[in-house]
């Protein structure tokens, strides 16, 4: 009967998502295929909206949540991933407040009802409003504060709020002008196009024949900083879903891609068919296998917390604490260690996380650099990056996703270059 509800069944999918998120810790992208399974793809999008809406502003619904409760809801209690829901959809959606109770209540049927009822009412009455911009959980609070400062904060607080644009690596980047022209973007260095959020990839021009794929211009840096591999070999570790792989072969390469991800190696070998790039495909472990020969050039694109993609997956702003943090930052330092021994005499070392927690970036740097004394810093110039970004003091990227905010913005990444001594 309730199924019959117009878009219930969208509410239910954005509450099996906010549920999987904050209640058991998996990853959005994770649970999207479960949490949607047979809604339509604009009921699929709008109950991925609703639930990102609810993490990119959970700690100010909740302050509205809990000045009208006279005892805290349990954090991960139904009724407060419902009033989330609920106030995400009337206070960042604009969705009519008629009709977000009529989807809201039955999601809480023979339960807190009354309570929802109450709590969403009070709130409405009383014309509530979100701060100006959301504000960050007190554990990212604590981490990013000491190590950042006011700036990065209050930055961070409005790269956060919105989604980002969409950017696009082209795989030829002599035709920069040509596609920007064409798709109507924005270029913000050779070989890339910037478009507004929400463009719908697959209907773009270009998308057929593999002219470009989608890629945030700080995880295009990477890819970059090792230049032209006309007659050099590459090792891409962790290489899946491929983007810089695909780079890599379009900057001449012969590519080696590993990744211990079978099911993310199929969509690396799907991107390369569709751009009609090239790489020899390794599904393994970095820390079992090994190489027959070493390379001239190995890109580390380390699993890492993935903080500074919180623009496009707030849901890691809450699923993530200090111990992941160190655990990761133990295997990125394991891993670039057996990598060490896998660049040739005179080439380069590109160790990359799409984090924004020093262990995972700065940390890593200075520890490689302290245990290998066959590699040297190789620092980044200014005219390798887009313009705007800088390199730091010791020559490594740091970006943060409010840098070249007036543009749009770019993911939080740390890149360092090394070149290996002899040759
Ligand atoms: C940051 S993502 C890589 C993104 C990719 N480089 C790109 O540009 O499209 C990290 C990858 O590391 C892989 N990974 C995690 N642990 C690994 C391991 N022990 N060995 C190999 N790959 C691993 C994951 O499957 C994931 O695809």
């Given at each position: 009967m309730n199924e019959e509800i117009s878009g219930l069944p969208t509410r239910r999918a954005a509450l099996r998502l906010l549920d999987a998120v904050m209640r058991m810790g998996t990853p959005m992208d994770q649970a999207t295929a479960n949490a949607t399974k047979g809604l339509s793809p604009p009921d699929r999008a709008l109950a991925i909206a609703i639930a990102q809406e609810s993490l990119r502003w959970s700690v100010d619904l909740d302050v509205l949540i809990d000045s009208k409760t006279k005892q805290a809801l349990p954090d991960d209690s139904k009724a407060r991933m419902v009033l989330r829901l609920a106030l995400a959809q009337i206070l960042r959606l604009g969705t009519p407040p008629h009709a977000v109770i009529a989807t809201a209540l039955p999601l809480v049927e023979k339960g807190p009802r009354r309570l929802v009822h109450g709590v969403l009412g009070s709130l409405?009455?009383?014309?509530?409003?979100?701060?100006?911009?959301?504000?960050?959980?007190?554990?990212?609070?604590?981490?990013?504060?000491?190590?950042?400062?006011?700036?990065?904060?209050?930055?961070?607080?409005?790269?956060?709020?919105?989604?980002?644009?969409?950017?696009?690596a082209l795989r030829d980047p002599a035709s920069t002008a040509h596609w920007a022209a064409l798709l109507g973007g924005e270029s913000l260095m050779p070989g890339h196009v910037r478009l507004p959020r929400g463009t719908a990839v697959e209907e773009l021009q270009g998308y057929d024949e593999g002219a470009w794929w989608v890629q945030d211009l700080a995880a295009s840096l990477p890819g970059r900083l090792l230049g032209d591999g006309s007659g050099k070999r590459a090792l891409d570790l962790c290489a899946a879903p491929g983007g810089k792989t695909m780079q890599l072969s379009a900057a001449g390469y012969a590519v080696t891609a590993l990744d211990n991800s079978a099911r993310r190696m199929d969509r690396l070998m799907a991107n390369l068919e569709r751009t009609q790039l090239h790489a020899d495909r390794v599904t393994a472990d970095v820390m079992q296998w090994e190489p027959s020969e070493q390379f001239d050039a190995l890109l580390l694109d380390a699993p890492c917390s993935a903080t500074g993609t919180m623009r496009r997956h707030p849901d890691v702003l809450q699923r993530i604490d200090i111990k992941q943090i160190n655990n990761l930052a133990a295997l990125q330092c394991a891993?670039?260690?057996?990598?060490?021994?896998?660049?040739?005499?005179?080439?380069?070392?590109v160790y990359a996380t799409c984090s924004l927690e020093p262990q995972e970036g700065e940390a890593q740097?200075?520890?490689?650099?302290?245990?290998?004394?066959?590699?040297?810093?190789?620092?980044?110039?200014?005219?390798?990056?887009?313009?705007?970004?800088?390199?730091n003091a010791q020559g490594d990227v740091r970006t943060m996703p409010h840098m070249l905010a007036d543009k749009g913005g770019m993911d939080g990444f740390f890149i360092a270059r090394f070149k290996r001594k002899g040759a």
């Open positions: 409405l009455r009383a014309n509530v409003t979100l701060p100006e911009l959301p504000s960050l959980p007190e554990a990212v609070l604590m981490r990013w504060h000491p190590a950042w400062g006011d700036d990065m904060v209050a930055g961070a607080q409005a790269a956060l709020s919105e989604p980002p644009p969409l950017d696009l891993m670039l260690d057996r990598a060490a021994d896998w660049v040739k005499p005179g080439g380069l070392l740097a200075e520890l490689f650099l302290s245990k290998h004394s066959d590699f040297s810093a190789l620092p980044v110039s200014a005219g390798e990056l887009p313009q705007g970004v800088t390199a």
